[in-house]
């Protein structure tokens, strides 16, 4: 696995913050501005947790390979358990700040999309209970608001997705149950390729909040199926940045047409 480039902003950010403020006012403006910029911080930190992630990987996947004796380990070897230990330590650490930047990231694109089109007053949410989830469900109930057919249906490629329940579920267990613990899985009927070493970092198990009817009324809670820490994260991040890149994209598409027409009405007024 390779390392994935760093993302990238989309557009110029003093342009479409002016024209943001423009087009809506300082205030909402602002708003807009600020849940965008703040979505891209959670991109960049996420991608440089998953980089440092990746580095302390490699020792603890190593180590557990020499423990279980895949791999030759020196006899004058000193403080390899140690290392093992603060690898797993900052593994844990990392793992666990990805995952609540890329969880926030929905809910904090969400709410510049929320504040971006026109919800007429009778449909709008409370400003505490915007979320992803929330403005999903919003679209689904009013095919005719404005925006419909671009933003809602990013809004639902972002949440309606088998990984991003997935994320939803290791980020509500690490946030309010106990930090969701990784472990090195070695298979003992094969020999393991130094390919492979990364995708041997897996997750602990981790129950599902919202099981299909497939899995429902069986008696034991459901969980997800264990997945490779790395792979996923990579996957994860990639998959969430190219969507908020349309969405800025978009976004920073409409305000340019409108800023003009914006700028003409206040100069009238003036």
Known sequence: MTDMEKPHAVGGTDEIRLNLQKVYGVDRGTLIFGSLSSAYDRLLFAHHHLKLL??????????GLKTCGFLESLDNEE???????????????????CIQHLHAIGDT????????????????????NITLSAVHKLFERNSALPGTTVFSTKAKELAINENYAYLVDLNNHAKHRSIVKPSVSIPFDREVSEEEHEDLLIFSTVEMSSPPPSLQNRGATPVHAQRPILPFIESELTRIWGIYGEIRQEIEKEVRLAAPKAGCAAARQA
Do not use: C, N, W
């Open 54 to 63: 990746r580095k302390a990987a490699k020792p603890a996947v190593e180590q």
């Open 79 to 97: 403080g390899t358990e140690a290392l093992f230990s603060q690898s797993m330590h900052q593994i844990k650490m990392h793992v666990t700040d």
């Open 109 to 128: 694109v969400a709410f510049a999309i929320y504040f971006f089109i026109d919800v007429p007053e009778e449909k709008q949410l409370i400003k505490k």
